[in-house]
């Protein structure tokens, strides 16, 4: 879809340098330069929902990773403070966690 408003674009910017003179004559650079610019703000509109799509994904897919080593510290924390478990256990809980995190992990790797 991008592509294709890009090719739009540059197709209306070439079709008026190639009619520079004859619309001169005409006078038809206000309805030119209108078409030109609701194309190009179609094109701009579309790109900065593609910068906000890929932004809040690769924001998702961080915290998704970071998950992987924050939550199994916030469950065995408690328990290593009073005692109950070994520091080792801990590290241990944190791989068992991202290893099972990234066989779930399939549809997000995807994109």
């Keep these: 879809a991008i592509r294709g ?4 674009f540059r197709g209306t910017v070439g079709r008026a340098k190639e009619r520079a003179e004859s619309l001169a004559f005409a006078r038809g650079e206000r309805s ?16 900065w929902s593609r910068i906000a799509w890929r932004t809040g994904l690769s924001c998702f897919r961080d915290a ?17 403070l009073r005692g109950e478990i070994s520091f080792g256990t801990v590290s241990q809980t944190i791989t068992a966690f991202k290893a099972s995190l990234d066989a779930l992990s399939v549809v997000v790797r995807k994109f």
């Design 32 to 47: 030119e330069a209108t078409t030109a610019k609701a194309v190009y703000q179609e094109l701009r509109t579309q790109q």
């Design 5 to 8: 408003q890009e090719a739009r």
């Design 64 to 80: 998704f990773g970071w998950a992987a080593y924050l939550l199994p510290v916030a469950f065995t924390a408690p328990l290593w």
